[in-house]
């Protein structure tokens, strides 16, 4: 393995159509869904929960995770960090953690410029895994995700349900802004008039402030 020993990261050997998944996940509901649509490989010591290729893995946060507190941000730190690899950050949205959402968007998209992708459980996330490999293996040198542009650029199903979180856009709007503004790096970047041709003064100045204002 080619993996950095001492901080978990690092380019690992993932055959094609094969998830490498963190030995802290086998036996796991998340883990009992993939059985079957993919094929999984167990190693020790990762800091990524899963590798879905060489160069691009999963950190996933819990609701769990989120609820006790900011410890999830050493590892995401860890992988963004990393020039061998990049991280796509998916994360457990339930009623429990969703006042805590917010804040992990924040970090991990404004401040980290990863991907972030919310999941309402473990069976959703493993349909969302097995997607991600699924893409890779019909066309790995155009999956966005994978591009240099460390996560500026997500691919369209997952870009558009994080621009849906930005208060005030929901699914109607969400659309009508990556039109305009194809990437969270330009959306963050446009101002007040801008977003006011798409969405209106009120909602302009909800994205504005989501983007601008410190949590």
């Not at 802290?24 to 883990?31: A, D, F, P």
């Not at 507190?69 to 953690?97: A, C, F």
């Not at 870009?159 to 959306?187: C, E, M």
Request: glycine share 6%; hydrophobic share 40%; charged share 20%.
């Amino acid at each position: 393995m080619e993996r950095n020993p001492s901080d978990g990261t690092g380019p690992v050997h993932v055959p094609l159509g094969h998830v490498v998944a963190n030995e802290k996940w086998r036996g796991s509901q998340l883990v009992q869904d993939m059985q079957g649509k993919i094929k999984l490989i167990f190693e020790d010591g990762l800091t990524p929960d899963f590798y879905l290729s060489k160069r691009c893995c999963v950190l996933y946060v819990t609701e769990a995770d989120l609820v006790a507190g900011n410890g999830y941000r050493k590892r995401l730190v860890r992988v963004r960090n990393s020039s061998n690899i990049q991280g796509i950050v998916v994360v457990e949205k339930t009623r429990m953690s969703e006042q805590y959402f917010p804040a992990l968007q924040k970090f991990t998209v404004l401040d980290l410029g990863m991907v972030l992708l919310p999941v309402a459980s473990q069976m959703e996330a493993s349909g969302l895994i097995i997607q991600l490999v699924q893409e890779q293996i019909k066309e790995p040198s155009k999956n966005p995700l994978l591009g240099k542009k460390r996560a500026l650029l997500l691919s369209e199903p997952s870009l558009l349900r994080t621009v849906q979180q930005i208060p005030g856009v929901g699914k109607v709007k969400a659309p009508l802004l990556l039109q305009k503004f194809p990437s969270i790096q330009k959306l963050s970047n446009a101002s007040i008039p801008e977003l006011e041709q798409v969405v209106g003064q009120a909602v302009a100045q909800q994205i504005h402030a989501f983007f601008t204002q410190p949590r």
